[in-house]
């Protein structure tokens, strides 16, 4: 499975983007995809994931009521909007795919994709 993914880009603190996450390969809905995200001189940090069939998603509580992840297997994509973008959201942000959702929640990913910079300025 090859992920990318892209829609990154400069907003202001307040505004919201799409990233999506785009899938090459076979059996896309067999993987649960999770998103996380890189700051610059910090950790990479996990923002949330969500299951093979859509059903179940999960955020950590500092992107919780502004983000959400979705997905459309027959696209082979999944998406997270970002709402009420703050300056501290300012990050490289990746899509991994995991052999289970149990997996994803460790952040023991199978498949990582290139990431995209999302800049919040305030």
């Known amino acids: 499975v090859q992920l990318q993914a892209s829609g990154g880009g400069l907003v202001q603190a307040g505004g919201s983007l799409r990233l999506t996450c785009t899938t090459s390969?076979?059996?896309?809905?067999?993987?649960?995809v999770g998103w996380l995200r890189q700051a610059p001189g910090k950790e990479r940090e996990f923002v949330g994931v969500?299951?093979?069939?859509?059903?179940?998603?999960y955020l950590v509580d500092s992107v919780k009521g502004r983000f959400t992840i979705s997905r459309d297997n027959a696209k082979s994509t999944v998406y997270l909007q970002m709402n009420s973008l703050k300056p501290e959201d300012t990050a490289v942000y990746y899509c991994?795919?995991?052999?289970?959702?149990?997996?994803?929640?460790?952040?023991?990913?199978?498949?990582w994709g290139k990431g995209t910079l999302v800049t919040v300025s305030s």
């Open positions: 969500i299951s093979m069939n859509g059903g179940s998603t």
């Open positions: 991994a795919a995991a052999s289970d959702l149990v997996s994803a929640l460790k952040e023991t990913m199978d498949y």
């Open positions: 390969g076979s059996a896309f809905d067999n993987y649960p």
